[in-house]
């Protein structure tokens, strides 16, 4: 499988392609039995079971295997299973593309008689969410329609279609009373007519005083096997939301060849349009090729539903859906693959749905735009980086609108006295909630909801605003605007200056709006600040003191979200005795972290080039944290981590979830590469002391870079010609 088979594990399930459908059940019963019985995810909609596979002899009698070996790859999850001491089956799981799940056998009888059996590809879905009427059958396979009730209480009918390539011997549909939902064959009422039967009948039978209960599903498939031959099984599910629009037109799942080779050649496929990255550090290595995957399982078409563009979703489970506080770190990430529509279609994704007012939505979904949220994001920022990386004058022009719109609306309603600092009025829509930061402003904000009860003026959602202001200013369409948004950003870096540093603390704090004091809280987003020019070399001075210091920010796995003397921090995870699944008291983000490293880069660059060890060992920890057992083989990527031990929340059950940038901090900090649009790009690698870092195709403005650094030196090729040499510690700029 190429270079993506360097993410082969034996302790992985997800199974996905990046067209909105993901079998990746968070907390899995039956991963390890034949089929997809546990939910998958079609966007934010549950769906499930889908299926399960049962060998059943000519009595009707089947075992429920547990598989003895798992192996996975992003493409293929293979597992091998034995019914009895003369049947071995292997099964390859895989996700061929067009919502497609397939469950492809190989059965291999090693005994010294001949055997007969059908196998049985089924499904038990809810009776009340399935249209009766819907479920059909023909020579090519079974349909039915089912109802997803998403967590809005939103309803969407799904055509499950399913098939078994080379056709099926008997199918039936039946109606039951619940039973015990599990992949049983003996509990199903296939099982009951079995020994009469020898298989499935042909037949419906639908009908029932009431919708309650199970609809079960079935198509068999005879198989003898010899002494010492092996049959092959094919069997698939197509997921298909109806009533919206779809990025293709099959109606029909199609059964070709090995679904399994066929997903492997989409993900070198994939693979291929992506800059390749390596160095002396074994974590970095495996994590590059490890976010790469993340990204394209949770990734969305254009053309689906509400998604216009390709965009890529948060996470697996209920997060499988574009998330506005997770769209700048999906936008900086992806702006390296070679084709730029992935990287605007993570903006577009909201600025298609801004609403009347400016505002943007913080999900948006498959099907509706209902409750959406609002969360605050570095939008100025994110535009910016994919322009830099991606120059292009029209899609900047059709944004520019937009991004003024949504600034407008954020400076007249969330500052409405003309401070020059943003309003945070409830504790979710910053994506942090738990925290002293909200309790200094009011005790009970741990109570609240998305009820916008509170008023904060908080450093994270002033610093957005700023760098927002700034960009707009920056691309300007006339000298009106340019004077606008100059005005709005300096009135902003005064404030951030001003009122919101605390000299004798020597932090920025956030503000409370109703005494006009600084909160004197510390908390992780206190030093986003250093992500700017907001900062001079009295704020630099004092960074260090409390970053740095062990007793505070820089613990074993730096940097926790609140420092440790806060009075409230807890790294357990405990909010006021409480195991909670989202705090932000003393658990250490990724999503904060991938802000951190920057500033830390910037400050490094910029004022105290002394601290790029403390970089170094910020980078490398963060890196290191996110893999299980300090395994550079089993990378992962949880939403939060121990401070001290660096442990993952696996209590949350939601791994691979893309709420931070990884790749891009290696590009630009350790590959030095720092992409300037249609100016060039300068090339300004940090010391990380590796025998050698090697970037080979990054694309910047349709050119194609390739770095090396080795003993102290870079070197930079554009389209293949070299462009020039350097010494660490001195930036060289390229200029197209």
Same mark, same amino acid.
């Given at each position: ?80 299973? *034995?019914?009895?001491? =003369? /049947?071995?089956? #292997? ?5 061929? $593309?067009? &919502? %497609?799940? @397939? ?8 005994? *010294?008689?001949?055997? =007969? /059996?059908?196998? #049985? ?5 809810? $009776?009340? &969410? %399935?249209? @009766? ?604």
């Amino acid at each position: 499988m190429g270079t993506l088979a360097l993410l082969g594990r034996g302790d992985k399930w997800y199974v996905g392609t990046g067209d909105g459908l993901v079998w990746a059940p968070p907390f899995p019963v039956w991963h390890d039995t034949p089929g997809f019985w546990d939910d998958a995810h079609l966007a934010q909609h549950a769906v499930g079971p889908l299926f399960t596979v049962s060998f059943v002899g000519a009595d009707g009698a089947s075992a429920v295997p547990r598989a003895r070996r798992m192996a996975w790859t992003p493409a293929v999850l293979e597992l091998e299973y *034995r019914l009895d001491p =003369a /049947l071995v089956l #292997v099964e390859r799981r895989s996700a061929p $593309g067009g &919502r %497609v799940l @397939a469950s492809e056998w190989t059965v291999r009888n090693t005994g *010294r008689r001949a055997l =007969a /059996l059908h196998a #049985v590809v089924w499904t038990a879905l809810d $009776g009340e &969410r %399935v249209d @009766a009427g819907s479920v059909s059958a023909d020579a090519a396979g079974a349909r039915l329609e089912y109802v997803a009730i998403d967590r809005k209480g939103e309803r969407r009918p799904m055509s499950l279609e399913y098939a078994i390539a080379g056709g099926h011997d008997g199918w039936a549909a039946y109606r039951s009373e619940a039973s015990g939902r599990i992949p049983d064959f003996h509990l199903t009422p296939f099982y009951d007519r079995w020994p009469a039967a020898g298989g499935l009948r042909n037949e419906a039978r639908l009908a029932g005083l009431d919708a309650r209960g199970l609809v079960y599903l079935g198509l068999a498939r005879r198989l003898r096997l010899r002494p010492g031959a092996t049959a092959r099984l094919v069997a698939i599910v197509r997921v298909t939301p109806l009533g919206i629009p779809a990025p293709d037109g099959a109606t029909r799942p199609a059964v070709v060849g090995a679904p399994s080779r066929q997903a492997v050649r989409s993900w070198d496929a994939y693979a291929g349009r992506l800059p390749t990255f390596r160095c002396s550090n074994p974590f970095f290595n495996r994590y590059w090729w490890y976010r790469w995957y993340g990204l394209r399982l949770n990734a969305v078409p254009g053309g689906l539903g509400q998604f216009r563009h390709p965009s890529v979703c948060e996470g697996i489970g209920y997060f499988h859906q574009p998330i506005s506080y997770s769209a700048m770190c999906h936008a900086r990430e992806v702006r390296w693959a070679h084709d730029p529509a992935w990287a605007r279609g993570v903006i577009d994704t909201f600025f298609d749905h801004q609403r009347e007012d400016g505002s943007l939505p913080g999900r948006v979904y498959l099907d509706h735009l209902r409750e959406t949220d609002f969360y605050h994001a570095d939008w100025g920022r994110a535009v910016a980086d994919v322009l830099a990386v991606h120059p292009d004058d029209r899609w900047l022009r059709r944004l520019y609108p937009k991004l003024a719109r949504y600034a407008e609306w954020l400076a007249t309603t969330r500052d409405r006295e003309g401070s020059g600092m943003i309003d945070v009025v409830d504790q979710y829509e910053t994506g942090q909630e738990y925290m002293s930061r909200y309790q200094a402003v009011d005790p009970d904000a741990d109570r609240y909801g998305w009820e916008n009860r509170i008023r904060l003026k908080g450093v994270d959602v002033t610093v957005y605003a700023y760098r927002l202001y700034r960009f707009l200013e920056t691309h300007a369409p006339d000298p009106a605007a340019l004077e606008r948004w100059r005005t709005r950003a300096e009135r902003t870096r005064d404030a951030i200056r001003g009122r919101m540093w605390n000299p004798d603390q020597g932090m920025f704090n956030d503000v409370n709006p109703a005494t006009g004091e600084r909160t004197g809280v510390k908390a992780a987003v206190c030093f986003y600040p250093f992500l700017t020019d907001l900062v001079t070399e009295e704020h630099v001075g004092e960074l260090g003191r409390h970053l740095f210091d062990a007793g505070q920010f820089w613990t074993p796995y730096p940097v926790p979200s609140s420092s440790a003397d806060d009075p409230l921090f807890n790294p357990d995870a405990e909010w006021k005795g409480k195991r909670h699944v989202c705090p932000w008291n003393g658990r250490v983000w990724p999503m904060t972290n991938s802000h951190l490293v920057d500033a830390l880069a910037r400050v490094v660059r910029h004022h105290r080039s002394e601290w790029a060890l403390h970089l170094v060992e910020l980078l490398e920890s963060f890196v290191r944290m996110m893999t299980f057992d300090q395994d550079p083989a089993r990378p992962n990527c949880f939403e939060h981590y121990h401070p001290i031990t660096g442990r993952p929340s696996r209590y949350r059950g939601i791994d691979d979830y893309q709420h931070s940038w990884v790749n891009d901090l290696m590009i630009r900090h350790v590959a030095g590469l720092l992409p300037a649009g249609e100016r060039g790009v300068i090339v300004d690698p940090l010391p990380f002391g590796y025998e050698l870092v090697e970037l080979k195709g990054a694309v910047v403005a349709g050119r194609r870079i390739d770095v090396r650094v080795s003993g102290g030196r870079f070197r930079v090729r554009v389209d293949g010609r070299e462009a020039g040499r350097g010494r660490l510690g001195e930036p060289l700029e390229v200029v197209w």
